[in-house]
Every structure is written in C-alpha cells, then in structure tokens.
C-alpha cells in the first residue's frame, strides 16, 4: 500500500510543479485569441511542410504521401461515394410527410452553405453542427431523427458538401464568451491525451502527419474535418464526423462519448475554424 | 515449419506430397473433359475461379502456360492503401489481343477477373481488386492464341487506425 | 429507384472510352458478421457491355472484386449518340441492365 | 514520457497477487471498489475501454464460479480506472505543452 501512496504524492506535487510552471503564462493567456490560435495552428502545418500547397491540406493523407495520392486519384475518377451523393440528392427532393423538405430548413435551401457549419447559435449557446441541425430539420417537421453514424445521415451531409465543393471554409465566432469557451473548450479537448494509449488528437495528427500508423499515412489536422462526410474502404461505406471521431476514440481505448456531445460539437468548432481559408472537398474517399 | 531431425519427418512429407498430387489430380479430371479454349465462348469459367492457386487457375482458364512478356505493363500500387480495394490496370502493345486476366497469387482464389476482349476493343483493363495479403498480382494477357504475363508484387497489411 | 449501374461513355475521335461503377456488395462468403455467421457468398459473375448489336467487353468476376465494382475500358467503332447496353448477373441470379448514350 | 511511466506503474503496483484462494467475499469486496472507481472515470468521462472489459470479465468469471480470476480481473478493472481518473486529473493542464502557439 504505501508504494501507492508515494506514488499518489509524487504525482500530486508534480502536477503543482507543472501548475507553477505554467501559471504565469496560463493567466497570460487566460483571454481566448481564436484568431491568433488559428494563425499559429496554419503557420504550423505550413511550415512543416513546406512544399505542400496550401489547399492541399484538406486532402488528409493523400497530401502527405505521392504513391497513396495516386491510388486516391484513381479512385476519383469514379469515387465510392457516388452512391450517397445520388442517395442524399434524393433525399432532399423528397418531401417530409407534411410536405416541406430539408430545403425549408436552411438557408439559400441548403444549397452551397456547408462552409459556415457548425455555427455558434446564440439563442442555444451551444455549437450547432450540420448533422445537428440535419436532425433538428428532421424533429420539427415530425420525422424521426437518423443514427448520426449511418448511411442516411451521410448521404445528406455527402449532398450539402458536395454542393460547397470548393467553397472555403467560412466559420464564424461572434463576440460572445459562451462561443469563446466552446472554441476554447474544443481545443483543450483536441489536445487532452485519453484512453489507454493515452493519445490525443494531436498526438497523431500535429506531431506525426505524414507518417504511417500500420498501414495508413496519418493526415494533418489542419483542413481534417473539410472533407467530410468520407466514404473509407475499411469501412467499405460512408463516414460521417460523429463517426469518425466515435471510431478515433474507440481506437485509443477510450469509451467515446454519445454522438453529438458538447464535446464533439466543439472540437469540430475548433478544427473547422482554425481551417478558415481552406477549401471545402466532401464528401471525401479516404483508405 | 517445425524443423525436427530423423526419419520420421521424411515419411510425413512423402505423404503430404503424395495427398497433394492426388488432389491435383481430382482437379484434372473434369477439366480434362472441357475444351481448352475455355475462354473464348460465353460461359462463366465456373471452375477456373474454383482454383487455388495461380497455376492451376491459369491451366483451367486458358489450358496453358505463359511466358513473361515486358510488352505488358502492369500498374499497381507499392503499397495498397487498403486491401479490399486496390487499384489495379493493365495496357499491352501486344496485338490480336483475346483475353486479358488477372490473378492474385496468395488469395484464397488465386483467379480474380477474367476480361474476353473482342476485337475493336483496346487492349487495357482498370479495374479494383481485393488482395488477401501482400503478394504478386499477375496479369496474364491472350494474344493471337499466346499466353503472356506480367507480375508486381503489392504490399498490404491490415488496416489498423486510419489516416 | 436509380439503376445500380452509373456509366460515363465518352468518345473522342474513334475510341469510346467507358467507365461504370456498380453498385453491389460483392460477398466473398468468408467473411463473418458481427453475430459471427458466414455471410453467404453473393457477387457478380458476369458483367456484359453492347454496343450497335456486339458484344464490346464481357467481364467474368470471381469473389475477389471489390466492392462497388468499377471497371474501365475503351473500344473503336462507335460514335457520339450510339448507345450502350450493360448488363450483369450475380451468383444469386440477380441481375441488372442499363443503358447510356455515348457523350 | 514521464507521465506514462507514471501509469505504467499506478497499474503493475496494483496487480500485486494475493498468496491464499479468493473467495466470494474478497470477489464481492473488490468488484465494488472496481465499480466506484469505474463510475468516477465516467463521471470525469474519461472512462476507458479496457476498464468496462475488465469488469465484465470479473463478472463473467464470478458467475462461472472462479472467484480467483474474478478478483484478478476486478482487481485490474480497478487499477484501469484509477489510471484513467489519473489520467484525466493530469491532463487538466499538461495538454497546454502539446498546444500550438
């Protein structure tokens, strides 16, 4: 027993040394930049990889690594995903049971605004992301939400992409605390280590992009969520960002959180911001 | 393999190899009914895409062996980024070309596709393949009654957390 | 509901180049499911291509093609307007026709 | 790396084994404190997938009887989620040396 006490009290006064450590500087960055988090989190990625053109970023591996962006062009000529984007065309023509459609629910009906979400909704205080709102579209005219990891929810969000194709990501962050803490809450939760191999977002995807976990090339974050929803062959059908980042989780042995958590929504409200400037590519094929 | 030492070991492989020619054997017989221009009239090569392994599979398809050919030019990728679907194409400037195959060695069936090209068409094929393991991929193509081939190995290995 | 079959025909000058995606899931019947259980073989054996009453490109497919097929391929003799007739048949007896007009 | 050393011992100086047979009593014993443990990590939701196994493979080898692997395994399940708690106490702050500036 008393092994664990000292190691109990070794832990405690480390983490008291790291909190000294850091406190000058924690009280000094205490206000929230998103501004100047995204500038550095851009500058970071372009400077490691120099040669790697700017809107390149939003293809994830595919802009790390020439033999794996070969396979990716080919399977381009007729994506996987091809499937979904009919299916979500579809879907948006065909009218609810009381007959409005998704395009009621949006603004220029959908069509082309991809790049503004997720959103930070003042009246909520909360992020709202594109599935969110997809659902919320489905509750008010008396449909039954979808999974947000199945194939219906991806084929709409695979359309709306689609139809922002090239856009640039446009998020916004009003002058607001509440959305300051989001963004704020988003990136502490891509940088948190968790589950048993106690990586982070970032443990991958900002200190070794470009790399190989087994057989895959890990993709750089900046630009990681622009190519969402993505068909992967491992799946060998559709993903969308709940999904993905559910799979992530589970994959460091952590127990992921329900889809659309606090959270999650504002980890994509991080992610997407700092990718402001970068080109919309949904819906994605990926390995 | 275990490597154990004496006489017991050599009795055991004469038998393997004795079960071995016996079933290569069975393999034969039907086939040996079935003409060998298997390839050429529209049914559905039903028992070459039963065989195993690469040889047996090119025997019960075209009814003979290839020759290495370089004017074939196979392209696959180094490593596939995925198994289940890898990239495959294949262009030849051989001419009079009949039939164009492809074969993943180590697969559980070694026949993957198997393409009649009648003439007036290009002799080129892409398609995407699924590969068990790392292994050759063979393109075999049937000119003017010849068999050629073309082999690249592709690297795969499971999938593990995704890029 | 759409055809499974999307096709893209293009020609330009005397070649045709032809693309198509199938939709199908291409079982090889050793793979399990969640419950465990072999899920049953089910893939396309033959896919046919016509073109102006001839046959253009007959694929034969065993189990190790992946997923939603594509397949590519280019003939001569066709022009701009013909048509093209594809068709395919699985191990199931399932089957599927459609047809494009060459761009 | 100091941290994860620090995990890596939290879990090995827990598995200590117990000299004389488990019996039901030690079981029972062990598997609460393993559950308390399990519940604060998902309160602070952190909860890891191993933990949520390793309970379960208490459970199961307690209901077949074994009461040896089900201490084991309750025993374990607690030192996970202690881990885990550790884990999300530590990261409360250590996540600003990875932040890009």
Same mark, same amino acid.
């Given at each position: 027993?008393?092994?664990?006490?000292?190691?109990?009290?070794?832990?405690?006064?480390?983490?008291?040394?790291?909190?000294?450590?850091?406190?000058?500087?924690?009280?000094?960055?205490?206000?929230?930049?998103?501004?100047?988090?995204?500038?550095?989190?851009?500058?970071?990625?372009?400077?490691?990889?120099?040669?790697?053109?700017?809107?390149?970023?939003?293809?994830?591996?595919?802009?790390?690594?020439?033999?794996?962006?070969?396979?990716?062009?080919?399977?381009?000529?007729?994506?996987?995903?091809?499937?979904?984007?009919?299916?979500?065309?579809?879907?948006?023509?065909?009218?609810?049971?009381?007959?409005?459609?998704?395009?009621?629910?949006?603004?220029?009906?959908?069509?082309?605004?991809?790049?503004?979400?997720?959103?930070?909704?003042?009246?909520?205080?909360?992020?709202?992301?594109?599935?969110?709102?997809?659902?919320?579209?489905?509750?008010?005219?008396?449909?039954?939400?979808?999974?947000?990891?199945?194939?219906?929810?991806?084929?709409?969000?695979?359309?709306?992409?689609?139809?922002?194709?090239?856009?640039?990501?446009?998020?916004?962050?009003?002058?607001?605390?509440?959305?300051?803490?989001?963004?704020?809450?988003?990136?502490?939760?891509?940088?948190?280590?968790?589950?048993?191999?106690?990586?982070?977002?970032?443990?991958?995807?900002?200190?070794?992009?470009?790399?190989?976990?087994?057989?895959?090339?890990?993709?750089?974050?900046?630009?990681?969520?622009?190519?969402?929803?993505?068909?992967?062959?491992?799946?060998?059908?559709?993903?969308?960002?709940?999904?993905?980042?559910?799979?992530?989780?589970?994959?460091?042995?952590?127990?992921?959180?329900?889809?659309?958590?606090?959270?999650?929504?504002?980890?994509?409200?991080?992610?997407?911001?700092?990718?402001?400037?970068?080109?919309?590519?949904?819906?994605?094929?990926?390995? | 393999?275990?490597?154990?030492?004496?006489?017991?070991?050599?009795?055991?492989?004469?038998?393997?190899?004795?079960?071995?020619?016996?079933?290569?054997?069975?393999?034969?017989?039907?086939?040996?009914?079935?003409?060998?221009?298997?390839?050429?009239?529209?049914?559905?090569?039903?028992?070459?895409?039963?065989?195993?392994?690469?040889?047996?599979?090119?025997?019960?398809?075209?009814?003979?062996?290839?020759?290495?050919?370089?004017?074939?030019?196979?392209?696959?990728?180094?490593?596939?980024?995925?198994?289940?679907?890898?990239?495959?194409?294949?262009?030849?400037?051989?001419?009079?070309?009949?039939?164009?195959?492809?074969?993943?060695?180590?697969?559980?069936?070694?026949?993957?596709?198997?393409?009649?090209?009648?003439?007036?068409?290009?002799?080129?094929?892409?398609?995407?393949?699924?590969?068990?393991?790392?292994?050759?991929?063979?393109?075999?193509?049937?000119?003017?009654?010849?068999?050629?081939?073309?082999?690249?190995?592709?690297?795969?290995?499971?999938?593990?957390?995704?890029? | 509901?759409?055809?499974?079959?999307?096709?893209?025909?293009?020609?330009?000058?005397?070649?045709?180049?032809?693309?198509?995606?199938?939709?199908?899931?291409?079982?090889?019947?050793?793979?399990?499911?969640?419950?465990?259980?072999?899920?049953?073989?089910?893939?396309?054996?033959?896919?046919?291509?016509?073109?102006?009453?001839?046959?253009?490109?007959?694929?034969?497919?065993?189990?190790?093609?992946?997923?939603?097929?594509?397949?590519?391929?280019?003939?001569?003799?066709?022009?701009?307007?013909?048509?093209?007739?594809?068709?395919?048949?699985?191990?199931?007896?399932?089957?599927?026709?459609?047809?494009?007009?060459?761009? | 790396?100091?941290?994860?050393?620090?995990?890596?011992?939290?879990?090995?100086?827990?598995?200590?084994?117990?000299?004389?047979?488990?019996?039901?009593?030690?079981?029972?014993?062990?598997?609460?404190?393993?559950?308390?443990?399990? @519940?604060?990590?998902?309160?602070?939701?952190?909860?890891?997938?191993?933990?949520?196994?390793?309970?379960?493979?208490?459970?199961?080898?307690?209901?077949?009887?074994?009461?040896?692997?089900?201490?084991?395994?309750?025993?374990?399940?607690?030192?996970?989620? @202690?881990?885990?708690?550790?884990?999300?106490?530590?990261?409360?702050?250590?996540? @600003?040396?990875?932040?890009?500036?």
């Amino acid at each position: 027993m008393t092994a664990r006490i000292h190691l109990l009290l070794g832990s405690l006064s480390a983490a008291l040394v790291a909190f000294a450590l850091t406190s000058p500087r924690v009280i000094a960055a205490d206000k929230v930049d998103p501004v100047a988090d995204a500038k550095a989190f851009q500058n970071f990625f372009f400077q490691k990889f120099p040669n790697v053109k700017h809107e390149d970023f939003v293809n994830g591996p595919y802009s790390m690594n020439e033999d794996m962006k070969r396979q990716w062009q080919e399977k381009e000529e007729f994506p996987p995903y091809e499937f979904a984007l009919d299916a979500g065309k579809e879907m948006f023509a065909t009218p609810f049971k009381n007959g409005k459609t998704y395009a009621d629910c949006f603004p220029n009906g959908g069509i082309g605004i991809r790049q503004n979400y997720p959103y930070f909704d003042e009246k909520e205080g909360k992020v709202v992301t594109l599935e969110l709102a997809l659902n919320r579209c489905r509750e008010a005219n008396g449909e039954a939400p979808y999974s947000y990891v199945k194939d219906e929810m991806a084929s709409l969000t695979a359309y709306m992409a689609y139809t922002s194709r090239g856009e640039l990501m446009d998020i916004k962050i009003p002058d607001d605390p509440r959305a300051l803490a989001a963004f704020e809450n988003g990136k502490r939760y891509f940088y948190t280590r968790r589950g048993q191999m106690n990586f982070s977002c970032a443990s991958c995807h900002v200190q070794s992009p470009g790399e190989r976990i087994r057989a895959e090339i890990l993709a750089p974050a900046l630009g990681i969520l622009n190519a969402m929803p993505i068909y992967r062959s491992e799946w060998s059908g559709m993903g969308t960002t709940s999904r993905r980042f559910v799979t992530c989780n589970s994959q460091t042995r952590a127990v992921p959180l329900e889809p659309q958590a606090d959270e999650y929504r504002d980890v994509e409200y991080f992610l997407s911001y700092v990718a402001n400037g970068l080109p919309i590519s949904g819906p994605g094929a990926r390995p | 393999m275990t490597t154990t030492t004496g006489p017991l070991p050599t009795r055991r492989l004469i038998l393997q190899g004795a079960a071995g020619v016996a079933l290569l054997g069975l393999g034969n017989l039907p086939f040996g009914a079935s003409p060998a221009l298997a390839a050429a009239n529209d049914k559905y090569p039903e028992e070459a895409f039963k065989q195993k392994n690469e040889a047996d599979a090119i025997k019960a398809l075209y009814g003979k062996t290839a020759e290495p050919s370089d004017k074939i030019k196979l392209d696959a990728p180094e490593i596939a980024e995925n198994g289940g679907v890898v990239p495959i194409s294949v262009t030849t400037s051989l001419d009079k070309v009949t039939s164009i195959s492809f074969f993943v060695a180590e697969n559980p069936f070694a026949l993957a596709a198997s393409y009649r090209i009648p003439d007036g068409t290009v002799a080129a094929v892409a398609n995407r393949l699924k590969m068990a393991k790392t292994t050759n991929v063979v393109a075999i193509v049937e000119a003017d009654g010849k068999l050629y081939s073309a082999t690249k190995e592709v690297k795969v290995t499971v999938g593990g957390c995704g890029g | 509901m759409a055809s499974s079959i999307r096709v893209r025909a293009t020609a330009n000058g005397d070649i045709t180049e032809v693309q198509a995606l199938i939709q199908h899931p291409m079982d090889t019947g050793l793979v399990k499911d969640s419950k465990g259980e072999l899920i049953p073989a089910h893939y396309i054996q033959q896919l046919k291509f016509e073109c102006n009453g001839k046959d253009v490109f007959v694929a034969d497919w065993g189990t190790a093609v992946s997923k939603d097929p594509y397949i590519k391929f280019s003939f001569k003799g066709a022009k701009k307007g013909d048509e093209l007739k594809i068709s395919w048949t699985d191990n199931k007896g399932g089957s599927d026709t459609t047809t494009a007009k060459i761009a | 790396m100091k941290r994860s050393l620090l995990l890596a011992m939290l879990l090995t100086s827990s598995l200590a084994p117990s000299a004389r047979a488990a019996n039901e009593a030690d079981y029972k014993a062990a598997y609460a404190a393993a559950e308390a443990a399990s @519940k604060e990590a998902a309160g602070m939701r952190n909860q890891w997938t191993v933990t949520v196994s390793a309970l379960a493979a208490a459970k199961k080898a307690a209901d077949g009887g074994d009461f040896d692997r089900a201490t084991a395994a309750a025993k374990e399940a607690e030192a996970l989620a @202690k881990a885990s708690i550790f884990q999300a106490t530590s990261e409360k702050d250590a996540w @600003k040396a990875m932040e890009i500036r």
